[in-house]
C-alpha cells in the first residue's frame, strides 16, 4: 500500500509570501499518476496540478509542481487571498488504487 | 461546462440502505471513467470507488467491499453508489468525480449520515 504523507500539516503565512508543500510516498508513484488539489471550507476540492508539473485548466501560473519518485512538492510562487485552504496529493497505482495524502492547511498568519 | 451533481445522502440507520446519484453534463458521460470518493467531517479525502466507462471495470477501497455498489447508466448520464450494511464509520459528504486516475471535475457532494 502507498501512503501518501503531506508535510508541514499546518503553515502560517501572509499574502504575498512563497509557499511549497512537501508530498512523500512511501514507495515510487509514477509522475504521470500524481495530483494536487486545493479544497477551501465548504467547497469540493479542485484539481490543480496533474501528472506531477502539469497545471490543470484555468490554472494561474504562480502554481506549480515538481518531483518524481518518492518526494513531490507543490509551489505557490505569491499567496493570494483567495490561496488560503487545504491542500491535498493523489496518486494513483497500486492497491488501494487511489491514494490521498493527510493534507496540508495553509492559513492567515 | 462539465457538471455533476449529487443526491441521496441523509440520515440513516445503522445497518440501513442509501443509494447516491450522480448526474453529469457537459460532457461525453460515456467516454470516461467515474469514481466515488467521501470526506468524514473535519478529515481528509478518502478514495472510495471507481468505474470504467462500460461498466466493466470497477474497484472498490477495502473498507466498502461488499457492502457498497458502483455502478452506471450511460443512458441517462448518471452514477450511483448504492451502501448497504452501514456503520458510523461511513458517515461523510461523498463526492462523485470525473475519471480515476486524475479526479480533474468533482460535484458538491452529498452528505450521509449514520446514526441512531
Same mark, same amino acid.
Given at each position: 500500500?502507498?501512503?501518501?504523507?503531506?508535510?508541514?500539516?499546518?503553515?502560517?503565512?501572509?499574502?504575498?509570501?512563497?509557499?511549497?508543500?512537501?508530498?512523500?510516498? /512511501?514507495?515510487?508513484?509514477?509522475?504521470?499518476?500524481?495530483?494536487? #488539489?486545493? !479544497?477551501?471550507? @465548504?467547497?469540493? *476540492? +479542485?484539481?490543480?496540478?496533474?501528472?506531477?508539473?502539469?497545471?490543470?485548466?484555468?490554472?494561474?501560473?504562480?502554481?506549480?509542481?515538481?518531483?518524481?519518485?518518492?518526494?513531490?512538492?507543490?509551489?505557490? /510562487?505569491?499567496?493570494?487571498?483567495?490561496?488560503?485552504?487545504?491542500? #491535498?496529493? !493523489?496518486?494513483? @497505482?497500486?492497491? *488501494? +488504487?487511489?491514494?490521498?495524502?493527510?493534507?496540508?492547511?495553509?492559513?492567515?498568519? | 461546462?462539465?457538471?455533476?451533481?449529487?443526491?441521496?445522502?441523509?440520515?440513516?440507520?445503522?445497518?440501513?440502505?442509501?443509494?447516491?446519484?450522480?448526474?453529469?453534463?457537459?460532457?461525453?458521460?460515456?467516454?470516461?471513467?467515474?469514481?466515488?470518493?467521501?470526506?468524514?467531517?473535519?478529515?481528509?479525502?478518502?478514495?472510495?470507488?471507481?468505474i470504467?466507462?462500460?461498466?466493466?471495470i470497477i474497484f472498490?477501497?477495502?473498507?466498502?467491499?461488499?457492502?457498497?455498489?458502483i455502478?452506471?447508466?450511460?443512458?441517462?448520464?448518471?452514477?450511483?453508489?448504492?451502501?448497504?450494511?452501514?456503520?458510523?464509520?461511513?458517515?461523510?459528504?461523498?463526492?462523485?468525480?470525473?475519471?480515476?486516475?486524475?479526479?480533474?471535475?468533482?460535484?458538491?457532494?452529498?452528505?450521509?449520515?449514520?446514526?441512531?
Amino acid at each position: 500500500e502507498i501512503v501518501l504523507t503531506q508535510s508541514p500539516g499546518t503553515l502560517s503565512l501572509s499574502p504575498g509570501e512563497r509557499v511549497t508543500l512537501s508530498c512523500r510516498a /512511501s514507495q515510487s508513484v509514477s509522475s504521470s499518476y500524481l495530483a494536487w #488539489y486545493q !479544497q477551501k471550507p @465548504g467547497q469540493a *476540492p +479542485r484539481l490543480l496540478i496533474y501528472d506531477a508539473s502539469s497545471r490543470a485548466t484555468g490554472i494561474p501560473d504562480r502554481f506549480s509542481g515538481s518531483g518524481s519518485g518518492t518526494d513531490f512538492t507543490l509551489t505557490i /510562487s505569491r499567496l493570494e487571498p483567495e490561496d488560503f485552504a487545504v491542500y #491535498y496529493c !493523489q496518486q494513483f @497505482g497500486s492497491s *488501494p +488504487r487511489v491514494t490521498f495524502g493527510q493534507g496540508t492547511k495553509v492559513e492567515v498568519k | 461546462q462539465v457538471q455533476l451533481v449529487e443526491s441521496g445522502g441523509g440520515l440513516v440507520k445503522p445497518g440501513g440502505s442509501l443509494r447516491l446519484s450522480c448526474a453529469a453534463s457537459g460532457f461525453t458521460f460515456s467516454d470516461y471513467y467515474m469514481s466515488w470518493i467521501r470526506q468524514a467531517p473535519g478529515k481528509g479525502l478518502e478514495w472510495v470507488s471507481y468505474i470504467s466507462s462500460s461498466g466493466s471495470i470497477i474497484f472498490y477501497t477495502d473498507s466498502v467491499k461488499g457492502r457498497f455498489t458502483i455502478s452506471r447508466d450511460n443512458a441517462k448520464n448518471s452514477l450511483f453508489l448504492q451502501m448497504n450494511s452501514l456503520r458510523a464509520e461511513d458517515t461523510a459528504v461523498y463526492y462523485c468525480a470525473k475519471d480515476y486516475t486524475v479526479l480533474d471535475y468533482w460535484g458538491q457532494g452529498t452528505l450521509v449520515t449514520v446514526s441512531s
